[in-house]
């Protein structure tokens, strides 16, 4: 079997798989390394759960995202999803409402705001994301950095060596003040995207610049 029609299974199953989705609302034309995901569905929660799978699969190296929640679910108007975003960050501790300013517009919502850490940025997007009704997420969300000295570039390779998932002879390394670039080369999307999860994951880092490429495995 080929390399491109082995992955184009691959990933046909892995969504498959995924008792979430319905295969049949999710086309998939795979070439190189390049994916495109095609269909409609009834949730912008599922196009960032087809992302999220595609991404977990050996050989995937860029996504184009053609995905689109059914016009006939758009069944609440912006002050209805406003209502449901106030709830969200009433009970939600990991979102801090002070400090975000959120816009809808046609059911799209804007996040906007300064916060402490990458994990309250990916919250709120995802808490936003899995609201019925909205169209999409564009987060906007910047980090800031309260540390007065340089990132420690040994602090960020010694989190990659602990991280069984990751070939960190590979990935190299560069701190700018609070910036961070990684370059090199690893075996998948979700190598690349844990790499740089890691990355944020060290305390004062305020941008993370991702240069890695993907191996193409044929």
């Given amino acids: 079997m080929k390399a491109n029609e082995k992955l184009q299974k691959d990933l046909q199953n892995a969504i498959k798989f995924e008792p979430l989705l319905q295969a049949s ?3 998939i034309v795979e070439k190189d390394g390049v994916v495109t995901l095609t269909g409609t569905v009834d949730s912008y929660s599922k ?6 799978i595609v991404k ?6 860029v996504i184009v995202d053609k995905m689109e929640v059914d016009d006939k679910y758009f069944n609440k108007n912006d002050n209805e999803i406003a ?4 709830k969200i960050l009433k009970w939600n501790l990991n979102i801090l409402q002070e400090k975000l300013v959120i816009k809808i517009l046609g059911g799209w919502i804007y996040l906007d705001g300064t ?9 709120a997007n995802m808490a936003m994301s899995n609201i019925s009704g909205v169209k ?3 987060n906007n969300i910047k980090i800031k950095s309260e540390l ?13 060596n602990r991280n069984w998932v990751l070939n960190y002879d590979s990935i190299y390394v560069d701190v700018s003040g609070c910036k961070v670039t990684l370059r090199g080369t690893v075996d998948s999307f979700y190598e690349k995207e844990e790499a740089e999860r890691i990355a944020w994951n060290t305390l004062g880092v305020c941008a993370v610049n991702n240069e ?5 495995l044929a």
């Fill in 148 to 160: 007065k000295n340089q990132i420690e570039k040994e602090a960020i390779e010694n989190a990659f």
């Fill in 56 to 61: 977990k699969v050996p050989g995937v190296k």
């Fill in 212 to 216: 890695l490429t993907i191996r193409y």
């Fill in 25 to 27: 609302e999710i086309g």
């Fill in 47 to 52: 196009i960032i759960e087809a992302e999220n």
């Fill in 115 to 123: 916060l402490d850490w990458n994990y309250q940025r990916e919250s």
């Fill in 136 to 138: 999409g997420v564009i």
């Fill in 83 to 86: 209502e449901d975003i106030l």
